[in-house]
């Protein structure tokens, strides 16, 4: 599989959402204007993004999937999730398939959960416990992998 950054694969997923609810409409999955729930979830995903982004750039590591990590970050909202940006994408792309209110646009999101799950966490797991040993192992038994 190529070596796609979780932002980009992010963008591609949400510009999908948009042929996806012109292109194919199906039912409403809740009744307006109650799809308008999608935009707190949203907000809320972009918050943990830009605090885990935030607290790696004061750490002043890598952020970079697909590279080895120079530190391993455990304070900020690492400690309640090893892997907050992933949480945060993930929020943000079920946040706006709900304000879409296109069912089909769910699968995205949950593709993007799928991805992250089985190979991007997998990937930086791996190389956590290469570079950091048994402090990667503590985290790990300390905090859960999304929440």
């Known amino acids: 599989m190529p070596q796609i950054i979780p932002p980009v694969l992010v963008l591609v997923l949400g510009l999908l959402m948009i042929p996806t609810t012109l292109l194919?409409?199906?039912?409403?999955?809740?009744?307006?204007?109650?799809?308008?729930?999608?935009?707190?979830?949203?907000?809320?995903?972009?918050?943990?993004?830009?605090?885990?982004?935030?607290?790696?750039?004061?750490?002043?590591?890598?952020?970079?999937?697909?590279?080895?990590?120079?530190?391993?970050?455990?304070?900020?909202?690492?400690?309640?999730?090893?892997n907050p940006m992933y949480l945060g994408f993930l929020l943000l792309l079920t946040g706006i398939a709900i304000c879409t209110n296109e069912a089909l646009n769910l699968f995205y999101a949950l593709a993007f959960l799928l991805v992250s799950h089985f190979w991007y966490i997998p990937i930086e797991e791996r190389n956590a416990a290469g570079v950091f040993g048994a402090a990667y192992d503590d985290y790990r038994s300390r905090v859960r992998r999304w929440l």
């Open 24 to 82: 194919v409409p199906g039912a409403p999955m809740i009744s307006a204007p109650y799809q308008w729930i999608g935009l707190p979830i949203a907000a809320a995903g972009l918050f943990v993004l830009m605090k885990a982004h935030r607290t790696f750039r004061r750490e002043k590591t890598e952020i970079h999937t697909f590279r080895q990590p120079r530190k391993l970050v455990t304070s900020g909202i690492y400690r309640l999730s090893r």
